[in-house]
């Protein structure tokens, strides 16, 4: 475990010693937050302050564990030494967490189920909240927000953006090298698209995201990937999730594979023109969400609810996540539409819809079939 994690539960087991103004406080809702910093700066600065206004006497503490599935991880462990432990009351009352953490937690039985007694719960009806890499989370997690691969594309260059996997097949041999993916080793934009291009074409259906692995399914997989070796010839292998940004910037390139959320952060930056935009080609891409869950043995578990009810309200998803993050809400963005302003509503949905989002975003495939996927595209694609 990494130092700094270590010094962050440290922290949660002395709260007198290192937080002493916190401590003065009747009550402590502990918040672990894998992800990066800005994880951990939400939480502190905004929904936290926000929770304590409506329940005068308790604070909010928010510490990050690193980011990636490290960081949850981290959390994950941290909980384990305490059921090992026979401790009633848990240090967290709020963990948040990735889909490959939340699913190694409900199948060790360290998670409470609990979506169903927050009111948010039913303002959610996308699979993320059902199925996190093949393990059933139905229950408890609640999608803090989803994040989204996606194609974005100049409209001055490409008048008819591909709507398919077979169209982009077709563009991209009457223009090469205009469309850019990081590969597998630059960034989780890059293996998204590989994810979505074997969906696309391995004939393998819901089985890649629901299950059961099966190992025949091998032959299928290799047959996508040489078909996307075919593909790479006319296509451009950027330097990571930012160089695809940097190139369609430039100029280098017309059009490729990026997150949603860090295409709209460089075109508020002033990094990308805002007349790039995205498409969300069928059937379909990955996305991840990050998850809100609470832990079997939380001191607060009725508290932690309302703070996650909070989390996930639609206020909250427009002010908190759509704005500030320009992440795509947790809850079903039909029930976010009516908290935000046209400008930014628009700017977030209309080159990819509710509509679009419902039906072309994909969960990752489950692990055997995602590592399966990786070590084939290694041999099949590289060499």
Do not use: C
Not at 74 to 82: F, P, R, S
Not at 226 to 249: I, Q, R
Not at 317 to 346: C, M
């Amino acid at each position: 475990m990494r130092k700094s994690t270590i010094l962050a539960f440290a922290a949660l087991a002395l709260p007198g010693a290192l937080f002493a103004a916190s401590a003065r406080a009747d009550t402590v809702l502990d918040v672990a937050t894998a992800g990066d910093q800005n994880m951990v700066d939400y939480i502190n600065q905004y929904l936290g302050p926000k929770f304590e206004q409506a329940h005068p006497g308790v604070h909010v503490r928010a510490i990050g564990t690193g980011p990636g599935d490290p960081g949850s991880l981290a959390i994950e462990q941290k909980l384990m030494a305490e059921k090992k432990s026979g401790a009633h009351d848990w240090d967290i009352d709020v963990a948040v967490i990735h889909q490959r953490g939340a699913a190694q937690m409900v199948t060790e039985d360290l998670l409470a189920k609990y979506r169903g007694e927050v009111s948010t719960g039913k303002l959610v009806t996308s699979q993320k909240a059902v199925n996190a890499l093949g393990t059933n989370v139905e229950g408890y997690v609640m999608p803090m927000f989803d994040s989204q691969v996606a194609i974005a594309y100049n409209p001055e260059i490409v008048k008819n953006p591909p709507r398919s996997f077979a169209e982009l097949a077709e563009w991209v041999k009457q223009h090469p090298k205009q469309f850019g993916y990081n590969g597998i080793k630059g960034g989780m934009a890059g293996i998204g698209f590989v994810m979505g291009w074997v969906n696309a074409n391995a004939g393998l259906g819901d089985r890649l995201n629901a299950g059961p692995y099966e190992e025949a399914d091998k032959g299928k997989i290799d047959a996508a990937l040489a078909s996307l070796k075919e593909f790479n010839k006319n296509a451009t292998l950027t330097p990571g999730n930012a160089g695809t940004l940097d190139m369609l910037g430039r100029g280098e390139i017309s059009m490729g594979a990026v997150w949603a959320d860090m295409f709209y952060g460089w075109q508020a930056d002033g990094r990308l023109s805002p007349d790039l935009k995205l498409v969300l080609p069928s059937p379909g891409l990955p996305g991840q969400p990050m998850y809100y869950a609470i832990p079997a043995q939380a001191a607060h578990q009725a508290l932690a609810r309302e703070f996650i009810e909070l989390a996930t309200s639609p206020e909250v998803q427009a002010e908190g996540i759509v704005k500030r993050f320009n992440w795509y809400p947790g809850i079903d963005a039909q029930y976010v539409q009516a908290k935000l302003d046209t400008k930014t509503w628009d700017h977030l949905f209309v080159d990819i819809t509710p509509q679009d989002l419902k039906q072309n975003a994909k969960p990752f495939p489950i692990s055997p079939y995602f590592t399966t996927i990786l070590n084939e595209y290694e041999r099949v694609v590289t060499q």
